[in-house]
């Protein structure tokens, strides 16, 4: 969900001058191409936990992510802290850079999350059925 929410968000106005405003697509050049591969990872990890029946995929995926969100986060807060000119004019931080940093620290958070998970998939789990048999007649155990 938090992928989702970071690649809505960035469409957004991020920061905002008078009645000028610039959207993550906008203001970056570089960051919302890291923005928008940490959100596509975001959606693979999801995906893959699903699909699969083992948590290998995801897992790794997951510890990517975990790399790429914790770089995204650390360049969203500092892009937030010194912000561009927008419109030829000082601009502030409109809501949707708040929500951006809040949504790719939520990327991150929930790669930290997927990584810590130790419980087996329930699709992965095979139930066999074990009979106990007596011992055989006329011989040993």
Do not use: Q
């Not at 561009?84 to 931080?93: I, L, Q």
């Not at 992965?124 to 059925?129: F, S």
Request: net charge negative; proline share 5%.
């Amino acid at each position: 969900m938090a992928g989702l929410a970071l690649l809505g968000v960035m469409f957004l106005d991020w920061y905002e001058a008078g009645d000028a405003g610039a959207s993550a697509w906008e203001a970056f050049s570089v960051i919302d191409v890291l923005l928008v591969i940490a959100a596509l990872m975001a959606i693979a990890t999801a995906v893959m936990a699903a699909a699969h029946n083992t948590p290998a995929v995801s897992l790794a995926l997951a510890s990517l992510l975990l790399l790429v969100g914790s770089i995204a986060a650390i360049a969203v807060a500092v892009r937030l802290l010194s912000t561009p000119d927008v419109a030829g004019a000082d601009s502030d931080v409109a809501a949707g850079g708040w929500l951006g940093l809040l949504a790719t620290l939520l990327v991150t958070g929930g790669a930290l999350a997927s990584m810590r998970d130790e419980r087996f998939p329930r699709g992965a789990r095979v139930e066999v059925p074990v009979e106990t048999l007596p011992p055989p007649e006329g011989g040993k155990a």
